[in-house]
């Protein structure tokens, strides 16, 4: 996830339970140009570990170039992003753009893994679109040249984020007898009950979360502990919320500087502070003040203000889950 998934964000989610996390996905091209933000996204810290390094490209070249300069860092794999949908991504042919070609993405794929030492895995959605449901044959391929897992994403490009996403086609993966690589499912998994239903009905290897631990990393330690025991743990207290809202923003300053890392915060504050009452007035201060010390104050205001809030559980779509796993 680009611009969320860099190390103060990976530091508050392994803390919460992360067993794997990725990078930001990084461009080859931008790699090879020694593109500062690019370089910058190869920052990895041994306590994320195990943590994969994820890249971009369309050009076989470029790819195994960026997987050689990924080799010096030393992550524990290396990934590849063939599932980005968004159109500045695509329109370079690359990201979900290669699933119209899935020639290129078997050279692709080759020439990274050809040109690393380190085990490779792919990221990649169902297809282009509805027309053009090819991960069956994708993941055939891909094994073939030697990657080591597949995530999928349940949606084709021409999707983007909409719509509830399809496991089928996952499921028929995963029981394909050729198969013999982990298979992870990727899409609306934003609760406990969303994932255990999701791994018991589609048998999936694992399950890659995104979108839903932006401002709630929480997620993970909430859904190991449902899949080992049937319960739930507690909604995270205000302060809980204040703590881990205080370490990502003091690694974020630390890691990208004053202006930036206060910026970047920006961002997450609404999902952090999502289901507070009357919450307006504090977050428009935060999205404004320009001192660390500043918003630490706010955030100590807002903890003395909702002290003793008591966070309702998310509340989970049971009709949507039905349609989902339908």
């Known amino acids: 996830m680009e611009d969320v998934s860099d190390p103060p964000f990976r530091a508050v989610c392994k803390s919460n339970g992360a067993d794997l996390m990725y990078t930001e996905f990084i461009s080859s091209e931008g790699l090879i140009r020694d593109a500062i933000k690019s370089r910058q996204k190869l920052d990895i810290f041994d306590n994320e570990r195990p943590v994969g390094i994820q890249i971009f490209g369309g050009d076989e070249e470029a790819m195994a170039l960026s997987a050689r300069i990924v080799d010096t860092v030393n992550p ?30 078997v050279r692709l794929t080759k020439a990274v893994v050809n040109s690393t030492s380190l085990p490779v895995t792919v990221k990649t959605r169902l297809g282009w679109d509805d027309a053009s449901i090819n991960i069956g044959e994708v993941a055939e391929r891909l094994q073939d040249v030697g990657i080591k897992a597949l995530a999928i994403h349940g949606r084709t490009r021409c999707q983007l984020y909409k719509g509830s996403a399809n496991w089928d086609p996952i499921a028929s993966v995963k029981e394909n ?37 932006i401002g709630y990393p929480w997620i993970f330690n909430e859904i190991k502990h449902f899949l080992r025991t049937g319960e739930h743990l507690p909604p995270p207290t205000i302060q809980q919320r204040v703590e881990v809202i205080q370490k990502h923003l003091h690694r974020s300053v630390e890691w990208k500087g004053l202006k930036a890392g206060i910026n970047e915060m920006r961002r ?24 660390v010390e500043e918003i ?7 903890t003395n203000s909702y002290d003793g809030y008591e966070f309702k559980p998310r509340q989970v779509d049971m009709d949507s889950m039905a349609y989902s796993c339908g």
Request: aromatic share 8%.
């Open 177 to 213: 007898p050729r198969i013999q690589i982990p298979i992870f499912g990727n899409g609306d998994i934003d609760s406990p009950e969303k994932a255990l239903l999701y791994k018991n009905r589609y048998g999936v290897d694992g399950i890659m979360i995104g979108r839903a631990a």
């Open 76 to 105: 524990d794999l290396l990934d590849i992003n063939f599932g980005c949908p968004v159109k500045k991504v695509v329109s370079k042919g690359a990201g979900a753009a290669v699933l119209k070609d899935i020639d290129l993405m």
């Open 268 to 291: 997450h504050y609404t999902n952090y502070l999502r289901g507070l009452p009357n919450i307006k007035e504090y977050r428009l201060k935060l999205v404004t003040i320009s001192e």
């Open 296 to 302: 630490d104050d706010v955030l100590e205001q807002i």
